[in-house]
Nanobody
Framework: QVQLVESGGGLVEAGKSLRLSCTASGSIRSIDTMGWYHQAPGNQRELVATITNGGVTNYGGSVKGRFTISRDSDQNTAILQMNSLKPEDTGVYYC???????????????WGQGTQVTVSS
């Protein structure tokens, strides 16, 4: 099994920055893609950013130019640097990893519990 733990959320004023971290642990054979997803109150979960094990990134339209995803593969960690935060960025941020564990050769998706980000206007 693979576990994901997010950290770094909190309350911040609009225009400020936050840095989220997601660390994978457990019986990890390999991790393919790691990513962050945002769920605002009453809305569906939507893509923020993903990064492959080769460093290829993809961003959701609303965060391009403001958020940056990076990855430390040695530490099985994905970082989301969020700058110029807006009130609409408020919500729970979930980390997702596509990974293979030592007990399953199949590439499976794993989710963290989420971390709350609140941006005040």
């Amino acid at each position: 099994q693979v576990q994901l733990v997010e950290s770094g959320g909190g309350l911040v004023e609009a225009g400020k920055s936050l840095r989220l971290s997601c660390t994978a642990s457990g019986s990890i054979r390999s991790i393919d893609t790691m990513g962050w997803y945002h769920q605002a109150p009453g809305n569906q979960r939507e893509l923020v950013a993903t990064i492959t094990n080769g460093g290829v990134t993809n961003y959701g339209g609303s965060v391009k130019g403001r958020f940056t995803i990076s990855r430390d593969s040695d530490q099985n960690t994905a970082i989301l640097q969020m700058n110029s935060l807006k009130p609409e960025d408020t919500g729970v941020y979930y980390c997702k990893a596509k990974a293979r564990s030592y007990s399953a050769f199949t590439l499976l998706e794993y989710w963290g519990q989420g971390t709350q980000v609140t941006v005040s206007s």
